[in-house]
């Protein structure tokens, strides 16, 4: 009897708060979808206007400003990708280095967390390898590009920018393609 109640109790608590993607927080998709690039912003040390100079175009697998629609598996593809990358780029020792720690522990738990449940739907390249090629050359971009400015303050901050408004693209492209999957 009692094993039961404690069953029911810990279904609850679960089903609550504690088992949330948010750690305390009722899941919210909403959220989900802006806490990344709320995450990426908070990071923020350098004005970016301050770094205007060192901007570069790293070429996002996909054009900015096109309505892109894709089949789920490929969105879903592209996004666990995407986020794998950020998490890898983010948790380099330059990144360490570079940023506050409780904001990029905060950002690289929330990836981690977003990433864990994606490893069931698509094992890395085996799934789309078409996406998984495109998305890692675009890293590779990021990457050679820090490499060659060692790294700055500015250098890093342009990468944070990129991967905000990036973030932001994989949401909108994750988005469109439940919503197309639906109807």
Not at 5 to 25: D, I
Not at 71 to 92: K, S
Not at 109 to 131: F, G, T, W
Request: glycine share 4%; proline share 5%; with cysteine.
């Amino acid at each position: 009897m009692v094993q039961t109640y404690l069953l029911m109790a810990g279904l609850m608590l679960c089903s609550n708060l504690v088992c949330s993607p948010g750690w305390g927080r009722p899941w919210d998709p909403d959220l989900e979808n802006r806490e990344i690039p709320l995450l990426l912003r908070q990071l923020q040390r350098v004005p970016s206007q301050n770094c205007l100079k060192d901007r570069t175009d790293f070429k996002f697998p996909w054009k900015r400003g096109k309505s892109i629609q894709i089949p789920m598996r490929e969105a879903t593809c592209f996004y666990h990708e995407m986020l794998g990358h950020i998490f890898n780029l983010f948790g380099t020792e330059e990144s360490q280095a570079a940023w506050d720690h409780s904001p990029l522990d905060e950002l690289l738990s929330s990836l981690y967390l977003r990433l864990d449940p994606l490893e069931l739907a698509c094992v890395h390249d085996l799934c789309c390898p078409s996406v998984a090629i495109e998305v890692r050359k675009y890293f590779q971009r990021i990457t050679s590009y820090l490499k060659e400015k060692k790294y700055s303050a500015c250098a890093w901050e342009v990468v944070r920018v990129e991967a905000e408004v990036s973030s932001f693209i994989i949401n909108d492209i994750k988005a469109k393609s439940a919503s197309k999957e639906e109807s």
